[in-house]
């Protein structure tokens, strides 16, 4: 047997069903996925217990929460929004393991257990350590702590109405929250709703943003601080993302609110004034759509290439490894979307062509453990015309926007501009001088001395909503390299 990604031969396995004869199809082929479609999945997990993800809630209970009506009415939104959930006849949402939290200069946890007569809540004022005086109950099925949650909830602001004038620790929610979750041994989203301004490591916007982008610190402000990426690589883990839905009508900056949602799947949703009709609908909808959205947890991504082609850069939101070909993410949705670079330095087979196979492992929304294959064979060409006319404009332009993006808080501005301008520039000419008709003019685009054949290049492909293209830059004179083109269109994740 030949294999598709290396040109190796091997001996046929004992339970190899033979083609037919006179023809080239196997006679199992219809029987088997990877035979029969170039996208199918697998299930790891039948019959092992399943790892059910959960939904933490952790809420501000400081002063200025109380004070602007904002915790008062976020319960209201969440009540109202579990009993929808609940209602939903047949969704997976009422299996969903929910948890409650409240958090200003403590941290303040809700015993939910059924068994118990009314919910117990545990107050813990020493919060350098992560310790949890009991973890059962605290977080439940839906279904068996609704009325548990909702009277929590309904007596959250009357319980914190005369709370002191003390700042809200930022990181209790997200330590804890990550804690409590693996305590319970289960991946899962933790919504926290904070009031107050982000302070740490933070700047105050207020007074206005002039000068703001013009500082000094223009580039370490946007910069995850370690102990940022620490706690993303144990979200990874352990498959937690975070969403923060921030209550201020104060201008923030800073890194701090972004980057923790940021590494680990999660979002960042903002609003001004929480008591007015348009914000509360928003509210009402990002929540929705944030515990709606099928997500896959504990996600890990591995990206196979056949002879002559490697994978050279991966460019999205997650924290790198030291493999550009295997990805970690804490959790993936169908907003997710991953540019892949591939580099040739040798011309292609035109006949073998290239396959490019993509398997993406994750723990579904029920707990199960599955894997999704993604493979794809495309044809080569030796001549760029092809090139041209099967790439996808959208294609480059979304790999180009991530590429920069990632590499914005690392180089000067400038440089990126120029690299850009120079790429943009050589691909212009490229399609000038090989596959365009008519003859150039002053003034347009002519060649120059870094697009000299020979200078190596990159494969670009795009992995996302919108579809996915390889194109080669040739590492070799137009009538000698030989470029893989294509594009194809990825099923949601």
Known sequence: MSCCLCPCLSVPWQCYQPTARGRTRRVDAEQRAELSHGSYEILETQGQQRECPALLLAVDVSSQAVRGGQLTHICQQLRSFLDSLQRDSGSDQSQLRVGVVTYHSSLHLYNLNPALSRPHMLVITQTEELELPVWEGLLVPLRDCRTAIDKVLQQIPSLFSEAEDSPASQELPVHYGLHILKVAGCPGKVLFFHTAPPSDGSLNCSSGSSGFFSSSKEKSLFQPPEHCVALAQECVA????????????????????????????????????????????????????????????????????????????????????????????????????????????????????????????????????????????????????????????ETLLTFYCKRVYCAVLTRPLQDLRDELLTELTAMLTCYRQHCSTTALTHGQCESRPCAAPGCPGPCSGVWGRRGAAVWPWPSQPASDAVSAVHSWSCPRA
């Open 238 to 393: 352990q498959g937690c993302s975070f969403h923060l839905f921030l209550f201020s009508q104060q201008a923030v900056g800073g890194a701090w609110p972004g980057h923790t949602p940021y590494l680990t799947g999660g979002g960042v949703y903002s609003y001004g004034c929480l008591q007015g009709q348009v914000d509360s609908e928003q509210f009402h909808s990002d929540l929705r759509r944030c515990v709606d959205t099928e997500t896959g947890y504990r996600v890990e991504m591995q990206v196979s290439v056949s002879k002559g082609l490697r994978v050279s850069g991966c460019f999205g939101a997650f924290t790198p490894g030291p493999d550009p070909a295997h990805i970690r993410l804490a959790t993936i949705d169908w907003h997710t979307a991953l540019a892949v670079q591939f580099t040739h330095h040798s011309p292609l087979d035109e006949e073998r062509g290239v396959v490019i196979q993509v398997a993406l492992s994750y723990t579904s929304s029920l707990g199960e453990r599955r894997t999704r294959v993604h493979s794809l064979s495309l044809r080569c060409s030796r001549h760029l015309v092809d090139t041209f006319r099967n790439c996808q404009a």
